[in-house]
């Protein structure tokens, strides 16, 4: 059984910087596909950023040149460094992994971005 965990949200001020984290635990043998979605209220999920596995990456046009994602070297945990904020970044931030053709997903983490 795998389990997915993000950590790090809260509140930024519009150009601040935040990072979240996501850690995948359980029978995981190598490096496995992540990525983050996001949702804010009364929106559909939206696509932020994935990466396959050591180097191929991903960004949404909408958060491209603010938002990276990089992970541990050899490991199945996973950052998304947000930088210059926006209000409209404001939502829940989903996490998952892709094992085969099963995806996993947290239970998500807020990011509020308010003055």
């Known amino acids: 059984q795998v389990t997915v965990v993000e950590s790090g949200g809260g509140l930024a001020q519009p150009g601040g910087d935040l990072r979240v984290s996501c850690a995948a635990s359980?029978?995981?043998?190598?490096?496995?596909?992540m990525g983050w979605y996001r949702q804010a209220p009364g929106k559909e999920r939206e696509f932020v950023a994935s990466?396959?596995?050591?180097?191929?990456?991903n960004i949404a046009d909408s958060v491209k040149g603010r938002f990276t994602i990089f992970r541990n070297l050899g490991k199945n945990t996973m950052y998304l460094q947000m930088k210059s904020l926006k209000p409209e970044d404001t939502a829940k931030y989903y996490c998952?992994?892709?094992?085969?053709?099963?995806?996993?997903w947290g239970q998500g983490t807020q990011v509020t971005v308010s003055s």
């Open positions: 998952y992994i892709d094992i085969i053709t099963e995806r996993t």
């Open positions: 990466t396959t596995g050591e180097y191929e990456i």
């Open positions: 359980g029978s995981l043998s190598r490096l496995y596909p």
